[in-house]
């Protein structure tokens, strides 16, 4: 609603209601300088009423301001509900919350009612009375002018007072104008002040001076946490003290119970977010001493909830590295075991994905992420529960993939299913945001701790392989 109804607001306000204001401001000057050349006096009585037209539209304003703020609020929170409801109107059906969700609307449309029409209706008197101000002036004009004809014998004559209300006449005009659009104007206040919150947002840091990152071929992918602690809200730390070595080419696994700062290590690796405490090191080098654009480029990464744009298969895929060819992109979706599903689709490859990606299921969107990374060519790369939404089948084929595209690349994994990380060199067990416990899957199940307690609870009666 930001991006859309307020900068429209004031956009608006710019193309339009600034012209008028100018217009207004050039032509009271303009008349002004008339009529003091014409008739002192009369230019005062003139003048004289313009500091309470100005009163009343101050006063008003101030009282219509915070209705015109809570509208443009109001207008944001039903735009908001509304898109969230129709993106996700299959929960809303599945859980019969149709009319709690109608109803809630309703509460929330009410109010923006509510204000709207205050906010309306305080802004809609300030022209009528301006315009009555402006004729107590005209009045007073043509009665004093009157009495000067009189008083004068001809010397200020009938044709003088005409030339002067006329004068009125424009004069007053141009406020009546900016008193009909202080409702648009007191509307683009309340919008321009959304807009500037969200432009105050702390911006992501560039170093003055930041390290040029080498080429990819180039990166060895050592991967250091030192003393990392990181808090998203303060007095709520998320992870304390990480200490992490991660060599070139290996693989490392994270995991642990929901909560446990599993996803937040590699955010910090991303760069998503900058440590609070210690430093995270890529071959040596602190990584904030990197260009955060230039740094990402090099880091391939598998989200937990996929995301794919509008556009064909190919497109999606080849987002990943731009200058890919059809060759690569094609040979990306076979390491991913994407190519099957893609080849059966109408069109393969040049398949349009349509609005949501509601024509591909959650694991094929999964695949295609997963092949996004690929052809990436990255030295690291991050799969955040890369294969949560695949079947047991198709995640043998991933893992099976994974096994070839992480050869001789730096690998962090994070899964809740431990059977896609018992073949990592480490694996780190968290709990509570600190390291409860390193080592191989063997190592850990001997050791009989937090992560033989995990792998046994979800692999209870089976055999191990």
Known sequence: SRITNDVDAVGNTLNYGLTQIITAVCSIIGITVMMFTLNVPLTFIVLIVLPFSFLVIRVIAKRSQKYFRRQQNYLGAVNGYVEEMYGGHGVVKAFGMEKKTVARFDGMN??????????QLLSGMINPLVVFIAN???VAVIVYGSYMNIKTLGVFTVGMLYAFIQYVRSFTSPINQTAQISNIIQSTVAAAERIYVFLNENEEKTPAAPLSIPKSEDIKGDIVFENVGFAYEKDAPVL?????????????????????????IVKLLMRFYDADEGRILLDGEDITRYDKMEYRKNIAMVLQDSWLFGGTVRENIRYGRLDATDAEVEDAARDAGADSFITALPNGYDTEINEESSNLSVGQKQLLSIARAMIKKSRVIIFDEATSSIDTLTERIVQDAVERITTNKTCFVIAHRLSTVIRSDLIVVMENGEIAETGTHRELLERGGLYAKIYYTQYAGQVES
Not at 244 to 252: D, E, G, K, Q, W
């Open 110 to 119: 009410d109010k923006l009612y509510d204000t709207s029409w205050r906010s």
């Open 240 to 264: 304390k003290s990480i200490n992490l070595v991660a060599p070139a080419n290996s693989r490392v696994a994270i995991v642990g119970q929901t909560g446990s700062g599993k996803t937040t």
């Open 136 to 138: 107590l002036g005209y």
